[in-house]
């Protein structure tokens, strides 16, 4: 298992082994780069502890388990694990503050606890059958274990469709979910197991009212703290700068704090207008004195580089911003250990476009429904509009990432794999949320799904195969609070997003970068789509050796990829359609092949 996850820890590996219990990690140093190594030991030895991510509040935490007469033998955040569990049980997961994983066994009471970050920037799986229970911070770790195999389970074919992902604790492969974000488990040695959330976001109706001078204090105080915090590291740390209002921001602030930060930039050829960024990100290193390296990505798409990203990813994901964020993550990963990162901030203060929606369809609401389907049986002009006003938020929404409606799974999945695209979790997240507001709602959504499984997966995944450690300010659990309390208004203001961080942002960025529209991490798919990326697609999803045919139709594959073909101008929605099957497929050849390696290493293995 620690072989087939060398990529997430260059710098060395440790292990622990009880009679039925083994423990093993994987080390990228940061901390205590000499003395800081794992697994983590209590003073008489009978807890232990293997840990994935940083503690921020570890200078903290070190003097409160030390007052306690406990003694710290490293400067490794992730040390005060075992003391914490000895002070508090499993209550002391709520006492941290970071990103994190970790997996702690207490030999005196056979327990096993794992736990995950509240907001879920750091992944931990867990596979459970009739030999073993097996945890790790990637899926291809269960490779390790001799008895095992990846196997499509069909029940979350449809919620991959659905949103570009599988939203946890479910993955598309059988016997294995996911920690959610803020969740923690305990396995007993008696067989018994309990499950729980220790943290979720606030999504109770918001404040009504604020004063915004007021506000944006408390926010600009509240995001100084944690910048100042994610910039501890005994290694070079940087920053991914696009030039948006998100990392700009966390760059000035690092500026104000004294650190000239190294920051990088991607650079986007002449061959895709309106996607390079550059000259904005240099107008933020200057105003900031931040030394600034444009990297020139390269876009060379093949069908081997996306089968190998579906092997990175380690999910079926659908984001195309990997290609780009890879291209980055790559050049960066060999001149530094450490980068902040500007995600969460479009989830935490709406950000995106589409949660305007219920503002622009309010003045609908004025219409009785019979008119409204009237009009929309005559096929008028806003039609759709009126549709989605007929349908509550509770049905329509599927979050940032939506690909497929109901009735395009319907066309495609084959009948005895259609299932509802929505497992029962998020069915009952929707039932909770019926009297809160519609953009609380959707917002609360990606935070608890979006952001972990599609977002925070990528970061992850990208970062950690090359060597790097992307730290996510905005994805602070203090963040999340203050937002999600903070009245609409301060959220979104006439349809102009992120209202309240654009008023702490003038008190550091020029106007010209605070006023820019959101653009997001720019990615030309639907120019991909009709360049490199269309023979890639068309051979792959249109040819006769589709693994995706066992669960899906070919022949509704096809007839898509055709009507796709013929189009002269795919649309955006379309684009992502294509690259969402197109992923799936990948994601399953590279299944099978690791599943036929891990074959032939084990059976002449077991003759020897």
Known sequence: MLTRMAHRGPDGEGKFFEQGVSLGMRRLAVMDVAGGGQPYRSEDGRVVAVFNGEIYNYPELAGTVSDHGHRLISRADGEVLVHLYEMYGSDMVTHLRGMFAFALWDSRHQRLLLARDHVGQKPLYVLENTQTIAFASELKAFYGLEHWRAEVDPAFLASYLGHRYVPAPFTLVQGVTKLQPGEATMFYGNGRRQ?????QPPLIEPLRAADIDRSAGELDALLTTVVQEQLAADVPIGLFLSGGLDSSLIAAMAGAAGRRLKAWTAAFPP???????????????????LPLERVEVDWNISAERLKQLAYILDEPMADPTVLPLDGLARAVGGQTVVVLSGE??????????????PAS???????????????????????????RTLTPMSQRYRGVGFTFDQNAQEALLRREWMFPD???AIAHYWSQMAATSPLQAMQGFDLKWFLADDVLLKTDRIGMHHHLEIRTPFCDHRIVEWA??????????????????????????????VERPKRGFPTPLTAWL?????????????????????????EAIRAFMESWRRLKRPNSQLSRQVYALLMLEFWLQSTREQNSRHRAQVEPARES
């Open 195 to 199: 499950r729980w959330f220790y943290w």
């Open 271 to 289: 061959a895709y207008p309106g996607c390079d960024e550059s000259e904005w990100a240099s107008e933020v290193a200057g105003r900031w004195a």
């Open 530 to 554: 009709s360049g490199p990326l269309q023979e890639i697609a068309w051979d792959t999803l249109a040819g006769s050796r589709l693994m995706l045919g066992e669960w899906l139709k070919p």
């Open 484 to 513: 999600m309390r903070s009245p609409l208004a301060l959220r979104r203001n006439n349809h102009r997003d992120k209202w309240i961080l654009r008023q702490v942002a003038k008190r550091y960025l020029p106007r010209t970068v």
């Open 361 to 387: 369809l309010k003045p609908l609401d004025s219409i009785p429904p019979l008119m409204k389907r009237a009009w929309i049986a005559l096929g008028g002009p806003g039609s759709g509009a009126l549709r």
């Open 344 to 357: 969460g901030a479009d989830e935490m203060f709406a950000g995106y476009a589409g949660y305007g929606e």
């Open 422 to 424: 929505r497992p029962e």
